[in-house]
């Protein structure tokens, strides 16, 4: 007969490998907790709690992080209005948290 004290080695054995996976260097999960977003982790060995967090893989090449303070200009563009005329239209947007576009745009899932 086994003991419990094997059992609950195995057990624990198995969870701590489900918790580790292996991550290349051009790849980043983005982790969250519960639903919440608390970071990136990667490349390497990274070790991910089951039923507490969830890991999404994102490609390094495809994204970039901003930097915070950076302004980023979008446009001219050229609008069309009530009257027959064109009005050009532009936007900028101070960059606060350039880490978190990762988590508002997100990969593209297939």
């Given at each position: 007969?086994?003991?419990p004290g094997k059992w609950?080695?195995?057990i624990g054995l198995i969870v701590v490998?489900?918790?580790v996976r292996k991550l290349p260097k051009n790849k980043r999960y983005l982790v969250f907790r519960m639903g919440r977003f608390v970071g990136f982790r990667g490349p390497g060995e990274v070790l991910v709690i089951p039923m507490l967090e969830r890991a999404v893989r994102v490609d390094v090449h495809d994204s970039y992080?901003?930097?915070p303070g950076a302004v980023l200009r979008i446009g001219?563009?050229?609008v069309p209005v009530a009257n027959p005329?064109?009005?050009a239209a532009g936007a900028?947007?101070?960059i606060i948290d350039g880490k978190m576009g990762g988590v508002v745009i997100g990969p593209a899932e297939a």
């Open positions: 007969m086994v003991s609950l080695f195995w490998l489900a918790c992080v901003m930097q001219p563009w050229e005329e064109l009005v900028q947007c101070k």
